[in-house]
């Protein structure tokens, strides 16, 4: 099987996995409204891959075998590449109304880094699952950040070992981990959850310092997913939460049994620092051209609002207008300056985005989110919070009184429409969500610093000013 269609995605999702939801066990996510929202939104990637209009966009043919599979699992050979790659998400996020699919974007990212860093029998063994993922067209977690207990300690200093996952027994068939990883985004409607370490290790670390993939109904992994947007969701007053959704779990791994063959890394604490880190290069890259749909509705509603409440022309309304434009326009650039910057690794020929460049995105988009939330909502008025809901508008009696007293230039049904969006992208669930995501997810933005520094190459600008000072 080379692609799937939505519904075999759907079908495979209730096969025994332990799942817990707002305190209670769950046996088919689809079966669950609120969590099938999540599901149908991450659909969008396989949707993609029947429309006629993205096809070309979401598929490739492998020259080998000319077998059609999914876009996400072409591994990047140069620029180009990566800037189809990045469009190819920034699409599926702009379906998904600003909300990430992630179900093949952060697996594909895993499993390039696999290929780039891994050497030997691992290699192999990731060639074999990276295989299995694309052939299977699957959707892939994965777990990364452990829960990590106090910050100032190492995995081996933790006074509970668990906190960080590690190898508890081995025999000749495969290895025992036990621990836990968090915030693990679509891990509970996803086919297989790669593991990695969450940061380098030293050599006391070494039985921290552990790869694999399982798939998700492995036994003795649960996961606890996050209450985050629970309940019946307003679909007038949340045009976006309503329908667009995804799942962050606890992922507890309690004494799983992973054969060898899926094993990627098992006490070898120097390759974990560069498996980590190489994930996190593509990662990155994935985050920023996710970010893309989200920047833009920012200017463009922010426009829109402006204009509907007459105050377009004001000057501090334009500088503010330019300062978001700046902003969206900063980023993508800087997206697209890191595919064109791309690497190619020599001894695989695979290629990266350029890791100062993706981090410069990744930092500019995570430290300007917060201001550019302000400034919309600046713009929009205290509407976003005290408006009114679906069901006033639904009803007769009130919405008259809503559509006299809530016009501004323009009429109050696409005035509030409007402010709906924005109050769905800035203040509820989904707004708190979406600038919690800028400032942690794929790394804090002191990770991001950390990269750039240790990416730019000081020499040539050292010399130069040691030259200017007359010292060489
Ligand atoms: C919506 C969302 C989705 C995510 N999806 C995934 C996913 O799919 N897979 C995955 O693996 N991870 C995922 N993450 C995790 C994300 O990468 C982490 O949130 C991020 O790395 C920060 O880790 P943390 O949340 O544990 O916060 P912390 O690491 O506790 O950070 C809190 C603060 O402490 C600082 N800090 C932490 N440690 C130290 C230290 N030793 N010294 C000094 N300062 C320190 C940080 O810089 C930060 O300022 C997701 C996160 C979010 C919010």
């Not at 430290?367 to 508008?393: C, F, K, M, N, R």
Request: hydrophobic share 40%; charged share 25%; glycine share 6%.
């Amino acid at each position: 099987m080379a692609l799937r269609t939505p519904d075999d995605y759907r079908s495979t999702l209730a096969d025994g996995r332990i799942l817990y939801y707002r305190g209670q066990k769950v046996d088919d996510i689809c079966a669950v409204p609120e969590l099938r929202v999540a599901v149908d939104h991450a659909a969008i990637d396989y949707e993609v891959a029947e429309d006629p209009t993205y096809r070309d966009l979401a598929t490739f043919k492998d020259p080998g075998s000319g077998e059609e599979h999914s876009a996400y699992y072409k591994v990047p050979r140069d620029t180009q590449d990566l800037l189809d790659r990045s469009k190819l998400i920034e699409t599926c996020t702009s379906l998904g109304g600003t909300m990430v699919t992630l179900i093949k974007e952060i697996g594909s990212d895993g499993l390039f880094a696999m290929l780039r860093i891994l050497r030997g029998d691992e290699r192999e063994r990731a060639e074999a699952f990276y295989r299995h993922c694309r052939d299977g067209d699957l959707a892939v977690a994965v777990a990364q950040t452990d829960v990590k207990g106090d910050r100032s300690l190492p995995p081996h200093r933790q006074p509970d070992p668990d906190t960080y996952v590690h190898v508890v027994d081995r025999d000749e068939k495969g290895i025992v981990v036990r621990g836990a990883k968090c915030h693990t985004s679509i891990s509970a409607n996803a086919d297989e959850i790669i593991v990695f370490p969450t940061r380098a290790m030293g050599p006391e670390d070494s039985e921290f310092a552990v790869a694999f993939a399982v798939p998700t109904n492995a036994a003795g992994v649960s996961m606890y997913i996050s209450s985050y947007a629970s309940g019946d969701l307003d679909p007038w007053a949340l045009p976006l939460s309503s329908k667009h959704k995804m799942l962050e779990t606890l992922t507890v791994f309690d004494d799983v049994f992973v054969p060898w063959d899926r094993v990627f890394l098992c006490g070898d604490p120097e390759v974990a620092g560069p498996l980590a880190l190489t994930f996190v290069e593509y990662h990155r890259f994935t985050a920023v051209s996710y970010k893309l749909p989200l920047i833009d509705l920012l200017v463009g509603a922010a426009a829109e609002i402006a204009d509907m409440n007459g105050v377009t022309k004001a000057g501090h309304v334009r500088e503010k207008l330019t300062k978001l434009v700046i902003y969206a326009e900063t980023v993508r650039a800087l997206t697209e300056m890191a595919a064109l910057r791309a690497r190619v690794d020599d001894a695989t020929g695979i290629a990266y985005p350029d890791p100062m460049t993706t981090n410069m995105a990744k930092y500019t988009f995570a430290t300007g989110y917060h201001e550019a939330l302000e400034i919309i909502q600046d713009l929009s008025g205290g509407l976003l919070v005290t408006g009114p809901g679906g069901a006033d508008w639904a009803s007769d009696e009130v919405r008259p009184v809503l559509e006299k007293y809530f016009a501004g230039k323009a009429p109050a049904t696409e005035r509030l429409a409007m402010l709906n969006l924005i109050s769905d992208l800035t203040t509820r669930d989904f707004g708190g969500y979406h600038a919690v995501l800028a400032v942690h997810a794929e790394g804090s933005i002191e990770a991001e610093k950390m990269q750039i520094l240790r990416s730019y190459d000081a020499a040539a600008a050292r010399a130069y000013a040691r030259r200017l000072a007359g010292l060489d």
